[in-house]
């Protein structure tokens, strides 16, 4: 039982188990008012809450944590091994401990011992904040949200044709003509270089890694209003804030176009730590097949001259693919088989399953369903090896959801889409095939009603699920 006597020890010496301990300080204080404090120590006390991390690996998300009735002890090897350790005993207290005003009642936690580790390494979700515009604020919040369900990664889809995101200063007028406007013709927005790189901070501190796309040669309206020179005409076009896809591209014979790329992954890269760069290549419907592999190798060799890892959408496939790059599976299957052939890894993202901004059924208010309609169960009963079939185990990454915002205007809008079914599929990350049951998850999402409501989630309360 947690109570106004309870510290939180950590091995002395250790810079990142004190940062670990503070944000579970932070999830415990505001609903306890306890004002629990950390403290290092030189051995393991007899009461409280006792961080350690053992042996000398630094990488490894695998925790194991023990409660007894006087002492809850964490360890891992690694400080993300202990954040995904302190997510599990957030979830084992009762939900108000999500409040952020104190809270009567008493502070009781189950004893025992979980030992816990991931099945995927590469446990995301994406952002689409081009289509419409999502505030430093929304992403944090989006963040802390994802991380509860021990997600790792947060792909930002930066640009598309309805909007530009993000600041690149060799290429000022992405954010003056670009960034204007949103779908529907609302004001959008950018964010600043150091408004991206608090982001990342933000995420770091979380175990999150941002990845960030910039969409292209497709998907590319937003660029080519800004800057004639990236037309084949030398025209300026139009900026656009329809839905449509499939009818922008890059001029790919111009060399100013890799000065572009170049410039824009370079500013990037500068500003990102994570190892991904996603260069899109999605539904590039008016660029000939022809202009498209040339230029998908040439923007996969930028990105490698920099240090980084390609990531794209699965038709990059159609290209030379390095064995380091990531194809991300969402549409066909046979282009994530052709980037395995040629020793590239896959990202599994089936819109069928995986996508957000899935309606989940014909009466939700918000969302799109070309891929179909997804509710609760479907977004869960799937696995990634028998959905990607002939895809080896040994070649995926991990999972990712996707939400396409063309129809989501807000936070509240993007909760009621991500929420319930983010937690089923950042299950799928996390835990085996032969551990998974939708009979039984149900049930522990229903139980899941109390948190959502504690941390103001406007989720969906879909009627296959017994909310408790």
Known sequence: ??????????????????????????????????????????????SGIY?????????????????????????????????????????????????????????????????DSPTFGYRGAMLDVARHFFSVEDVKRFIDLISIYKMNALHLHLSDDQGWRIEIKSWPNLTVVGSAKEVGGTEGGFYTQEEYKGIVKYAQDRFVTIVPEIDMPGHT??????????????KATETYTGIDVGFSTFCTDKEVVYEFVDDVVRELVEMTPGPYIHIGGDESHVTAMEDYIPFIERAQAIVKKYGKTVMGWDEIAHAKLEESSVVQWWAKVENAKMGVEQGAKVLVSPATNAYLDMQYDSTTRIGLHWAGYTEVDNAYIWDPVDIAKGI?????????????????????????????????????????????????????????????????????????????
């Open 51 to 115: 961080f350690a991390l053992t042996g000398n690996e630094k990488s490894g998300e695998a925790y194991e944590l023990t409660i007894t009735e006087k002492l809850i002890s964490l360890s891992s090897s690694s400080p993300a091994g202990l954040f995904y350790g302190i997510q599990t005993l957030r979830h084992l207290l009762p939900a108000s401990i999500e409040k952020s005003s104190v809270q009567e009642g008493q502070w009781l936690i189950a004893t025992g011992t979980i030992k």
């Open 221 to 234: 309206n937003s660029a080519l209003a800004s800057y004639a020179e990236l037309n084949c005409d030398g």
């Open 392 to 468: 080896p185990a040994e070649s995926m990454i991990g999972i990712e959801a996707p939400i396409w915002t063309e129809t989501i205007t807000n936070m509240d809008e993007l909760e009621y889409m991500t929420f319930p079914r983010l937690p089923g599929l950042a299950e799928i990350g996390w835990t085996p095939k032969s551990a998974r049951d939708w009979e039984t998850y149900k049930v522990r999402l229903g139980n899941q009603k109390a948190r959502f409501e504690a941390l103001e989630i406007d989720f969906y309360a879909s009627k296959l699920v017994p909310w408790e």
């Open 1 to 46: 039982m947690l109570s106004a006597q309870t510290v939180i020890y950590v091995q002395n010496g250790s810079e990142d188990l004190t940062l670990v301990a503070n944000y579970l300080a932070g999830i415990l204080n505001p609903a306890t008012g306890f004002g629990i404090k950390v403290e290092s120590v030189d051995q393991a006390p007899t």
